[in-house]
């Protein structure tokens, strides 16, 4: 199976830290994407991670763990505009299509 | 140029009718796909082209027809659609089509089906 679990909303306050977790069966996906997607907009690319381990980008991390089908996306110094929706998505297979969950919906708090 | 573009922005439609949305690159990529998103669900993949070719059609209704015409353009014909269609359509691209390509999204035209 390819399911793909991570948390429907968290809130955290402007400046701080967040880690929004992912789940997913080890089967069937070679890496994770992360992407942020504003209400009414487009996802737009934050990461991608196919290897053990973290990825860091200015205040944006993600770290993956394959052999524990579970990656995380952390965001620091946050700021409103950061309020948004944060997809993991698994990536291969034989077409090496996405498969999307249901995203988590950030809310930043002043 | 980094910019997917898709037109038109908003789209209603009766169910008799018939339209297309259109989608259009110009970064050389040479995967485009569609993508349907209900609100405040993950987009849905629904078509994948690669090299022009139609590589993955995920059990989508006939309702639906994708065209590639050439390497910057997709379209998504629409005809005798149901309300239950009506959604955000999303089109992307990446570069190959490869493991690990990032894919880049356009705006999306929202669809009403009446």
């Known amino acids: 199976g390819q399911n793909i679990d991570q948390p429907t909303e968290m809130t955290a306050t402007e400046g701080a830290i967040v880690q929004i977790n992912c789940t997913y069966q080890?089967?069937?996906?070679?890496?994770l994407f992360w992407y942020q997607q504003h209400a009414g907009e487009a996802p737009t690319f934050l990461s991608y991670n196919v290897l053990d381990g973290l990825e860091e980008k200015g205040r944006f991390s993600s770290f993956l763990s394959r052999s524990k089908g579970y990656s995380y996306l952390l965001l620091k110094e946050l700021q409103m505009k950061d309020s948004a929706s944060y997809l993991c998505?698994?990536?291969?297979?034989?077409?090496?299509?996405?498969?999307f969950g249901k995203g988590t919906l950030l809310t930043v708090n002043p | 140029d980094t910019e997917v573009t898709q037109t038109p922005k908003h789209l209603v439609m009766g169910m008799t009718n018939k339209k297309s949305l259109k989608c259009e690159q110009h970064?050389?990529?040479?995967?485009m796909y569609w993508y349907k998103q209900k609100a405040k669900k993950p987009p849905e993949l629904m078509f994948v082209y690669s090299y022009e070719k139609l590589s993955i059609n995920e059990s989508v209704p006939s309702r639906f027809s994708p065209e590639c015409p050439n390497s910057s353009l997709l379209n998504l014909h629409l005809h005798a659609l149901q309300p239950e269609d009506s959604a955000l359509y999303l089109c992307a691209s990446s570069q190959e089509g490869r493991e690990g390509d990032e894919q880049y999204f356009g705006p999306g035209t929202r669809l009403t089906v009446t």
């Open positions: 970064m050389g990529h040479r995967a």
């Open positions: 080890t089967s069937g996906f070679n890496g």
């Open positions: 998505a698994g990536s291969g297979g034989s077409n090496y299509k996405l498969t």
